[in-house]
C-alpha cells in the first residue's frame, strides 16, 4: 500500500516539525474556557449590581412616597373632620377609603402589582 505510507510519512514528519502543537491547542482550549468562566462570573455580577442598585432606588422612592401618604393622610382626615364636625370621624373616613384601596389591590394584584414588577426585574435581568 504505497498511498497508506505517504500519508504515515506526512503524518511523522509535521509531528516532528511541530512538536508540542496538541498541547498547545488543549492548553489554548484550557485558557478560552478560563476566559469564558471569568466573564460569566463578571456578567453575573455586573447584572446582579444592576439589579440590587435598581431595588435600592426604588425603595427609597417607595419610603419618600410613604412619607408623604401619610402626612397627606393625616392632613386629609383632619380636614374631613373639620367637615364632618368631629375630628376622629375623619379618621376612620380616611382608614375606610385605604380599606377599599387594599381591597381592589388584592383582587387585581396580578394585573396592577406582579405583572409590571416581574417585567421590569426580567427586563433588568436580560439588559
Do not use: H, Q
Not at 498541547?23 to 471569568?38: C, F, H, P, Q, R
Not at 466573564?39 to 419610603?63: E, N, W
Amino acid at each position: 500500500m504505497p498511498g497508506n505510507n505517504n500519508f504515515e510519512d506526512f503524518k511523522n514528519n509535521e509531528m516532528d516539525n511541530n512538536p508540542g502543537t496538541f498541547e498547545s491547542l488543549y492548553e489554548d482550549a484550557g485558557n478560552y474556557v478560563d476566559t469564558k468562566i471569568e466573564l460569566l462570573k463578571l456578567k453575573m455580577v455586573d447584572k446582579t449590581t444592576d439589579l440590587t442598585s435598581s431595588v435600592i432606588a426604588r425603595i427609597c422612592i417607595i419610603v419618600a412616597i410613604m412619607f408623604a401618604l401619610v402626612i397627606f393622610s393625616i392632613g386629609l382626615s383632619l380636614w374631613i373632620g373639620e367637615l364632618v364636625g368631629k375630628i376622629y370621624l375623619g379618621f376612620f373616613i380616611v382608614a375606610a377609603i385605604y380599606c377599599l384601596l387594599a381591597l381592589l389591590l388584592k383582587l387585581f394584584k396580578k394585573s396592577w402589582i406582579k405583572e409590571p414588577l416581574s417585567s421590569v426585574i426580567i427586563k433588568k435581568m436580560l439588559n
